[in-house]
């Protein structure tokens, strides 16, 4: 006899049982079944699994020893188990996960199979120096999350997982070389503090309150509010850079509000009824101005304007949109921005509003405002409009090889206004959407 498969075994019985009713099964037949039975293990109730043989598919997957018994590729797989579940690859390494615990005892830092149930709670025990918060499996923690200050070198990656809020407020961003990455953060209520050297991939959302984003490199990130301002930057002694980031204000607040030493790159910058970015008075020096590169600046009031009236701004190969209000403003009462360039940029404005704007200023000599190779688009407005000066106002106001489809430029006297090769092209209806 032989062992058999129940298919084979079933082929066999069926072959042994006579075609009638009347005939009777012979020992002999009824043994031929019953051996077969003995070798094929399927009646010995009482055997272990040791007995029944077993012929991996991939005996690779397996170790030195490839198992011929099924009992011993289940104690192979049970070792494998325990091995996980007792390496600590590194504990510096936090895990969180929706099926880890909290419970003393059930979690273990470094253990990616005993991960924490909640992100404050391993937060709450990382260490602050040289450590690693790990979310796997992204999902929804409805958590109010608080990193330590004092953090230093740390990577906090969240795994693209969404919570309720997030402060982030590390002393030193510039110098602490702690990395956020991967989040979503929306805050219908409260305002939202992320202070690190650099974040990556964050999508943070807040209501009525603002968002304070105090970093020194910033990528791919998505900044809304839909009321109060958004702040980037404010590096007091180093520069903050924005690399492809989106920052809209939904609201009636400023969208990028008192940045000081702020670079963004390759950015879309858009306001619903307040300034699209707001640059800070007290940035008088030139390493302070805020510039961009690439990217768009759109709202419906200004574009780009300064607190108290002091703009200072550079911008390079910028779309800029305004569709009821001017693009750019500058001056206020006794005070005047120093710093204003655009180069390569394109202007939009509807309706009567004009692009630059200028009120009681008072520059320098050396203070010039200047417009290079720039493209106005304008409908009633005015490309330029300079209104009133104050008595020391020593500055001018330059364009050169600039196209604009309204050939006026209006300054009072003295005239201040500067064109080098200006061109102008033929005049066209309102913008119907600005784009």
Not at 207 to 223: D, E, L
Request: glycine residues 6%; contains cysteine; negative net charge.
């Amino acid at each position: 006899m032989a062992q058999k498969t129940r298919p084979g075994l079933q082929t066999t019985i069926d072959s042994n049982l006579p075609d009638n009713t009347t005939d009777f099964i012979t020992p002999l037949l009824h043994r031929e079944v019953e051996e077969d039975l003995k070798d094929s293990n399927f009646n010995i109730l009482d055997d272990t699994a040791f007995n029944v043989n077993y012929t991996p598919t991939t005996p690779l997957d397996w170790d030195v020893i490839v198992p011929i018994e099924t009992g011993a590729g289940l104690d192979q797989l049970a070792q494998r188990i325990r091995d996980i579940e007792d390496t600590n690859y590194s504990d510096n390494v936090f895990y969180v996960s929706k099926q880890g615990s909290d419970v003393i005892g059930e979690f273990e830092p470094g253990n990616e199979a005993k991960p924490f149930l909640t992100i404050q709670a391993a937060a709450t025990a990382m260490p602050s120096n040289n450590s690693i918060l790990k979310v796997l499996g992204g999902g929804t923690y409805t958590e109010n999350v608080t990193l330590k200050n004092n953090s230093t070198n740390c990577i906090f990656d969240f795994g693209n997982c969404k919570i309720n809020n997030l402060t982030a407020d590390f002393s030193n961003q510039e110098t602490n070389n702690n990395l956020i990455k991967d989040l979503q953060v929306i805050s219908p209520t409260a305002s939202i503090t992320i202070r690190a050297t650099w974040v990556k991939n964050l999508n943070i959302t807040a209501g009525n309150q603002s968002i304070f984003c105090y970093s020194k490199f910033a990528t791919n990130c998505i900044f809304t509010s839909s009321n109060s301002s958004v702040t980037l930057g404010s590096g007091t002694n180093f520069f903050s850079y924005f690399d492809t980031c989106i920052v809209l204000n939904t609201g009636s607040g400023s969208c990028v509000k008192s940045t000081v030493r702020t670079i963004f790159n390759n950015c879309f910058i858009e306001s619903n009824t307040g300034t699209a970015i707001l640059s800070r008075s007290d940035a008088n020096a030139i390493d302070q101005v805020v510039r961009m590169y690439g990217g768009s600046i759109k709202s419906t009031a200004w574009c780009v304007s300064g607190e108290n009236g002091v703009t200072n701004f550079m911008g390079y190969n910028v779309k800029i949109y305004s569709s009821a209000s001017n693009c750019v403003q500058a001056g206020g009462i006794g005070l005047g921005g120093k710093y204003l360039l655009f180069d390569n940029c394109e202007f939009y404005t509807k309706g009567a509003n004009d692009v630059f704007l200028m009120n009681t200023i008072e520059r320098l000599v050396t203070e010039n405002y200047t417009f290079k190779s720039c493209v106005f688009h304008i409908v009633t407005g005015f490309p330029i409009q300079e209104n009133t000066y104050n008595p020391g106002d020593l500055g001018t106001t330059l364009l050169t090889n600039c196209t604009y489809n309204s050939a006026t430029v209006t300054s009072i006297a003295p005239v201040k206004v500067v064109e080098h090769n200006s061109f102008s092209f033929p005049n066209y209806t309102d913008f119907n959407t600005l784009q």
